[in-house]
């Protein structure tokens, strides 16, 4: 017997089409997948980044974005060496070590000093200028992980910054605890600032090898240690950035810029730091557009040099400068959920801020203190245009774990926390998407 | 005013006090921490377990043990060299990848091969013998952690006969999936089985390696592996027992054999595998006996030779054989919870099982089935002379993320289940210990 039809199984059959079909490989968990599997890690300048580039205007051509083209740009490079480190006294271990960004070299045999503890920055800070020399300093921190991951910030600043100090005390060598909170044997690597007149040979250990320097240095004997790192400084090479748009109805209303990067370490695939950035903004764009063409374009910026000096961004600003932007957001802390955002609008806009945080708010996501960050990708650009500002900040809880260390792969991501990003971006995005009245810079430019 | 003093308060007061002081550094987390801090690794047959058995016999006779004493038995040595691995077709990706022990050597160049994926042990055995000539065989597993650590036994197969069944199949080199269940890039050694015409090259990639691997797989085009692994055998080398006792006050009681082991391999510090075992042994019989001289001997047994081969074990039964044992137990599974406890027990003695079952319970350990393994230091003693066995089963959901790898190390250890492990070690030894009546053995010998 046939069942007549009603209003309310039309609807409910009607409410189960997918309104339009996410192209093949447009949903962030294969986008990820592919570039880790496809491509791993892409330092910045070197041929796997090309590579990655190639890879990229391939995929979003395929996903159906325009204007999808590359600019490059030069960065200076810098290529890993030779990576080992011992406690030689008062008992033989071995050192799970890696160079900083720009670390200096040791000669190729190695050195072997004795190495002076410091458990904080400020520590080594205090001592006199020069009264370090012929010896390596080892500086300790307290990152701990959290759900805003604030850590990074102070505890971040011996890899950043603890190389020009160590110099200025006369050390032959830095070696920090891993900015990080994971407790695997993979240290930490980044961007490390160096002394002007010569690079110094700085590396990070892991975080069981620097609590095990902190236990022996407690016990007020000589340490000693031997060290061999030879990285090296490879000149200019070529970065770029993968530029693509989603044209909106009305081409005369400024673009809402998304940006993640493209570059990675090169100790692990760059799946959460920031192959996952790079699919949640690309997904969430295509998601937002599901339904139909936004009103207005939304600009894919896979940014080429984020990790070695914020590069991409800066040369997406000086290429675009004449170009009005609406909004800037970038997505460069993980696969975890988004849990809080924060927006800075211009006070003509503030209502625009309210209807967002609104819906944000019915997916759980609560309104942080508005005072968003932006990010080296989109960050120079918005100090230029003093463009509105949004930061859909992510849980960071697990991130330092693996960020910037050699597990920073594909396993580490959790495809429903990755889904939900795209979730919240593409709310976002929709919404900024069909605003056609005018969203106005924070100061009038 | 002066309180009147009642029986009350004056019970509560005794209470409070500690019956006999533990001695200084007798607590399991003191050792565990000073074992790794001032030796670390110390595999078989090397100064590093020379250096161990001193400490090791210093510390027992510090901490009041009698009969301190260390007896060398010969093994065989094998020495891990350079290690190097990546895909290099159809994508080029660096692997993390360990020798595993016994493993043979590739040229000091390496070797650069087709890589062929087997999802099994299994399906690799299916193959015709020969079949393989020139090419590097890949064996994935489906190792997943769970409370009582099964797996280990079915998916360790790969890493302890999968040299011999892959050099059957003409392969030039074996890879397979770590024996493990973490996902950090530190891959897993073990001992293996070898061919008898000579050793395989032979090694384990990272969790994240293996699952990049099988990625690459699926999608159907050749894949293209560069390996160098240079380890060697080193000949015959002299490892040894510690062996220790806290004597009972009837001598003629046969003595409780508890057993941990010294040796670890060498990737990481051995803090879970099996310095625990040995600090929780240790300060068990110093707990147990702290109100007092227990009527039977305990004996420690720290192992010198496990990860190697079961040597230690082997020496001990072979030298004691004509010594009678009442009941071994074993701590080598980490320093999670105890949460199950088996017993086998002669007929006669079903009722002191009974009453050790009783006692667990009162702490939340439950009794298992009863199919005790007693384990590579006590099993061969234990099958000699058919004595009573105990497991005191411990939790192993976090055992195989770090087991045998570099991420070994004492920050592993949960100081609170360390001591849990303890007090139902103490409970045991207790009862056992002031048990005066024969223990039988499982069959008359």
């Given at each position: ?33 592919d ?59 071995k ?8 670390s ?32 390596v ?40 605890r891993?900015?990080g ?50 990285p ?44 996952a ?160 009245g ?8």
């Open positions: 017997m046939r069942k007549p039809c009603s209003l309310l199984a039309l609807a409910a059959a009607l409410a189960a089409l997918p309104v339009l079909a996410a192209p093949a490989g447009g949903d962030a968990l294969s986008i990820v997948t570039l880790t599997t496809d491509i791993g890690q892409r330092m910045a300048g070197t041929p796997r980044e090309a590579a990655a580039r190639d890879w990229a205007v391939a995929r979003l051509k395929a996903l159906g974005f325009a204007g999808v083209h590359v600019e490059t740009f030069p960065i200076p490079g810098w290529q890993r060496g030779e990576e080992q480190a011992a406690i030689t006294a008062p008992v033989p271990q050192l799970a070590v890696t160079a900083l960004g720009f200096g070299a040791t000669p190729p045999q190695g050195i072997r000093a004795e190495l002076v503890y410091f458990p904080t920055l400020d520590a080594l800070q205090s001592v006199p200028d020069g009264s370090l020399k012929g010896k300093a080892f500086v300790d921190h307290a990152f701990v992980a959290s759900q805003d991951g604030a850590g990074y910030g102070v505890f971040g600043q011996p890899r950043r910054i603890g190389p020009v100090i160590a110099a200025q005390k006369g050390a032959a060598a830095l070696l920090i891993s900015a909170t994971g407790h695997t044997r993979d240290p930490h690597t980044g961007y490390s600032q160096q002394p002007k007149d010569g690079p110094l040979p700085s590396g990070a250990v892991s975080i069981p090898d620097a609590e095990l320097i902190a236990r022996l240095a407690a016990k007020g004997r000589p340490l000693t240690v031997s060290l061999t790192l030879t090296r400084a490879v000149g200019t090479l070529t970065s770029g950035n993968v530029i693509a748009d989603l044209p909106g109805r009305d081409a005369s209303l400024p673009p809402i810029l998304i940006a993640c990067h493209l570059d990675s370490w090169d100790l692990g695939t760059g799946a959460i730091d920031d192959g950035g790079c699919a949640i903004i690309t997904a969430a764009a295509l998601q937002a557009s599901q339904s139909g063409q936004l009103a207005r374009t939304i600009r894919l910026l896979w940014a080429g040099t984020e990790e070695t000096g914020g590069f991409g961004g800066q040369a997406y600003a000086k290429a675009y400068a004449a170009q009005r932007h609406a909004v800037v957001i970038e997505s460069d802390s993980g696969a975890d959920r988004v849990y809080t955002a924060d927006f800075a609008f211009a006070e003509a806009d503030k209502a625009l801020a309210e209807r967002l945080a609104t819906a944000l708010a019915r997916m759980g996501i609560t309104r942080g203190s508005d005072q968003p960050e932006g990010g080296e990708d989109v960050g120079y650009l918005a100090a230029q245009q003093k463009t509105a500002v949004i930061d859909l900040r992510q849980d960071a809880t697990r991130y330092f774990d693996w960020h910037h260390t050699p597990d920073d792969t594909l396993d580490k991501i959790d495809p429903a926390q990755l889904q939900q990003n795209v979730d919240a971006w593409a709310v976002v995005l929709k919404i900024l998407g069909n605003e056609t005018p969203i106005s810079p924070l100061k009038q430019p």
